[in-house]
């Protein structure tokens, strides 16, 4: 079958580092992507991983191992409008994503 | 590009009623997708579309869901008869497939979404 599995909560502080796990387990994908979700709003495109490696954006970067079945989401600097729920996904081949269950992500001042 | 647009926003039903949902794609995407979202099961994805064609339906719950997409700029989906367990968040979202099947250019872009209340 085709599952990821995140923590569902995360608390830090404001200008804390923050690394939001995935594990997987699923075979022929793409890559794996993660999205940002505000209450009330929508899935936001935050970064892909298509290699393994380590991609970086500004404060967020994002692994993956496929070696592992695993990646990972790293905010840095974290600040308060970074509350919010993170999604990864998995782009299998053919084109349909399949999400994560999300990690709800606290920061505290 | 004003990104996918959904409507309605909101919309409370009573139970058996039908229900339309509607999603513009941003212009020149290929690809169209319907997720469905709750507390207990996340975000789900129901059914997506390229070049308007059905391509993968497995995650439509029954046979009370159908989505069509008569052309490019344009997509539904429709319950009936609506039920108090279909009360959720439902996603639009689209995509240009550019570049080849592993292509970097993976981002799904959302609509706001419609949430759905069935009383």
């Known amino acids: 079958g085709q599952s990821l599995e995140q923590p569902s909560e995360v608390t830090a502080v404001e200008g804390a580092i923050v690394q939001i796990n995935c594990t997987y387990q699923?075979?022929?994908?793409?890559?794996l992507s993660w999205y940002q979700q505000h209450d009330g709003g929508a899935p936001t495109f935050l970064s892909y991983?298509?290699?393994?490696g380590l991609e970086e954006t500004g404060r967020f970067s994002s692994f993956l191992s496929r070696s592992d079945s695993y990646g990972y989401l790293l905010l840095q600097e974290l600040q308060m409008k970074d509350s919010a729920s993170y999604f990864c996904a998995v782009r299998f081949y053919g084109q349909n994503f399949v999400f994560g269950p999300g990690t709800r992500l606290s920061v505290l001042p | 590009d004003a990104g996918v647009i959904q409507s309605p926003r909101h919309e409370v039903t009573e139970m058996g009623q039908e229900v339309t949902l509607r999603c513009k794609p941003i212009?020149?995407?290929?690809?169209l997708f319907w997720y469905r979202q709750t507390m207990m099961r996340g975000l789900e994805l129901l059914i997506y579309f390229n070049n308007n064609v059905p391509i993968d339906d497995s995650g439509m719950p029954e046979d009370r869901f159908s989505a069509k997409m008569p052309n490019a700029s344009f997509s539904t989906l429709k319950i009936q008869p609506s039920e108090p367990r279909d009360s959720a968040v439902y996603f639009c979202a689209s995509r240009l497939q550019s570049g080849g099947q592993g292509a970097m250019n993976t981002e799904a872009f959302f609509g706001q979404g419609t949430r759905l209340t069935v009383v």
């Open positions: 991983n298509g290699l393994d």
């Open positions: 699923t075979s022929g994908f793409y890559g």
């Open positions: 212009s020149g995407h290929d690809y």
